[in-house]
């Protein structure tokens, strides 16, 4: 049942289709060639046998454009059979219809295909993609199961495609690679669980243990190099829906695929715990920075400064009342312009605050409030520098990974946080760390005391276990905005890997733009779209009135100089 809007936009007739259906001399003519044109229009093929089967809604909404008083006639319209065929040939011919079996419309086997390798679609979402193609290109469509037939074959080849495609990179880039990947099914002796399921199991617990394990299952999975897979001919995401299937599948199920597709299922898998196992590292470090570093030290700084805040406010206090002693003595002194008398200052204060509790108040700001700005950030790091030993296991794995890279601002951090394993394997107790080989850049002002002003150490020598701290942090915020990134990851990568460019490009650019129904001139295809936009303005504000040649989107058509209808309380009426 066509809705209003519908009805409205394939129903209506235009000047174009009143020129054909006046060439009929019944009403019964006129009103059954209108209902072909539009059915046509609105489910792309001909109703042939039943041209009658429509809504009667359609049927009256057509018989008052005609003027055709009694709808019923159109009962008598299928008396002879030919008719029907003879008017949908002639609507078909008129309106440039193609048959589906048409060799000059073949190219729609071509989108079919394209789209079904380029994009990894079920079989409804593929229908329906092909059904529109048909419609917008004014191809008579076929039988649903004729077109049903034509998705599944279409997906099946590129089901085809793809395992042959994946396997076959495998085999090139190693013949051993299958056959190492193939062991993964296997279940060890005295093990549960097969080496694939073990892999596949993220950590749970976020310590500094549990990074170590994790940036060993990194290092795990990254030994079978699949990197070196050459795949840029294979779509993305078919590569991505072919590993989530994977990933769900048991590996007794993988096991007993047929090749290529358990070879193709255990490379696009493998690939995707490559990634995942990054992905499971990093987030466990961020969490590790946040919850085991940053935010215990903030509570730890914060505990000692609402400890010295007692000892704060006496000493305030004091000064205070000094200070105000001191402000009306001296502006005492300024009114009646004599000389000042240093003992009838002190003896003035005395009487409020006694001298030592002055000095001792001062000595307390002193040592607990420091001249530099910052003070609670710089307090804070000193304790996050105490947190040394929850990061020390994994520094040598973390540094020495090829996981990481960076973006021009975040190469500095990469190459401190490369020179990690060195420094976690110095004793500074013997060989003290020296300003000259560290990255002094590199540590922000809040980092500045607690790296080079620790007054345990050395005259001059740098704190190794605040610097570490400190490298760790700014790898931390590095990471968040992306300047230090993963390869391979899907949620810590560098975001421009995921753009196609060069002959990444230019291998998918036939698929992609034939899946797009679009061509390989951007320019034509833009000029398009630039002239039919004004086009659109012209035709609603300039256009002059008489007979028109334009279609409505979608396949409706409208006649020049009339107003687009308007639907106004359940009925259509002209636009004023």
């Not at 059954?32 to 089967?53: D, H, K, N, S, W």
């Not at 073990?198 to 990194?218: C, D, I, N, Y």
Request: proline letters at 6%; one cysteine or more; hydrophobic letters at 45%.
């Amino acid at each position: 049942m066509p809705t209003r809007p519908e009805l409205e936009r394939f129903f209506f007739l235009d000047d174009d289709d009143r020129d054909l259906i006046a060439l009929r001399r019944t009403d019964a003519h006129r009103l059954g060639m209108a209902l072909q044109i539009c059915t046509v229009r609105y489910i792309g093929r001909f109703l042939g046998e039943g041209p009658l089967a429509v809504p009667w809604e359609a049927v009256e909404y057509l018989a008052g454009q005609l003027g055709i008083a009694d709808a019923s006639c159109v009962k008598r319209y299928p008396e002879r059979r030919w008719t029907v065929y003879e008017h949908a040939a002639e609507i078909q011919k008129r309106f440039k219809y193609r048959d589906f079996t048409d060799r000059k419309w073949g190219r729609f086997r071509g989108f079919l295909y394209g789209r079904a390798w380029t994009h990894a679609e079920g079989p409804v979402a593929l229908f329906n993609h092909a059904v529109t193609w048909l419609r917008k290109n004014r191809v008579l469509l076929p039988g649903v199961s004729v077109l049903a037939r034509q998705v599944s074959e279409a997906r099946t080849v590129a089901e085809r495609r793809l395992y042959e495609a994946v396997a076959r990179a495998a085999s090139r880039a190693d013949p051993s690679l299958a056959p190492a990947l193939a062991e993964l099914l296997v279940v060890p002796e005295g093990k549960r669980v097969s080496e694939l399921e073990r892999l596949r199991t993220p950590p749970t617990k976020s310590t500094g243990t549990a990074m170590v394990r994790a940036m060993e299952r990194v290092e795990e999975i990254s030994a079978f190099a699949l990197g070196r897979v050459n795949l840029s001919r294979v779509p993305v995401n078919r590569l991505s829906t072919l590993a989530r299937y994977g990933q769900l599948s048991k590996a007794q199920t993988i096991e007993r695929a047929p090749e290529p597709r358990r070879t193709a299922l255990l490379t696009a898998v493998v690939r995707q715990l490559e990634a995942q196992a990054v992905d499971d590292a990093l987030d466990l470090f961020v969490v590790l920075m946040a919850n085991r570093l940053i935010s215990p030290a903030r509570r730890a700084s914060d505990r000692e400064r609402l400890a010295m805040l007692p000892q704060l406010e006496k000493a305030a206090r004091i000064l205070a009342k000094a200070s105000k002693i001191l402000t009306e003595e001296l502006d005492l002194v300024a009114e009646a312009g004599t000389d000042l008398d240093v003992g009838a200052l002190w003896a003035a204060v005395e009487e409020a605050v006694p001298r030592t509790a002055v000095s001792w108040a001062v000595a307390t700001v002193e040592a607990l409030v420091p001249e530099d700005d910052g003070s609670a950030g710089a307090a804070m790091r000193e304790k996050l520098a105490l947190r040394y030993n929850t990061v020390r296991p994994f520094l040598s794995l973390l540094g020495e990974s090829d996981a990481l890279g960076a973006a021009p601002a975040g190469r500095r951090v990469l190459a401190a946080v490369r020179r990690l394993p060195a420094l976690s394997r110095r004793r500074v107790k013997d060989r003290p760390l020296l300003p000259r080989e560290v990255d002094a850049e590199l540590v922000p002002a809040m980092w500045k005391r607690a790296v080079f002003s620790n007054s345990k150490l050395p005259q001059g020598a740098v704190d190794r276990d605040a610097y570490v701290v400190c490298v760790l942090e700014q790898l931390h915020r590095a990471l968040n905005r992306r300047d230090v990134f993963a390869s391979p990851s899907n949620r810590w990568a560098d975001p421009r890997a995921r753009l196609l460019d060069g002959p990444r490009w230019e291998a998918m650019k036939a698929d992609v733009l034939a899946g797009l129904s679009l061509s390989e001139d951007a320019a034509e295809h833009l000029d398009q779209l630039v002239q039919a936009r004004p086009g659109c303005h012209v035709a609603a504000d300039g256009r002059p009135a008489g007979r028109g040649r334009g279609r409505r989107e979608g396949g409706g058509r409208r006649p020049r100089g009339r107003r687009p209808r308007q639907v106004v309380g359940g009925q259509a009426r002209r636009g004023g």
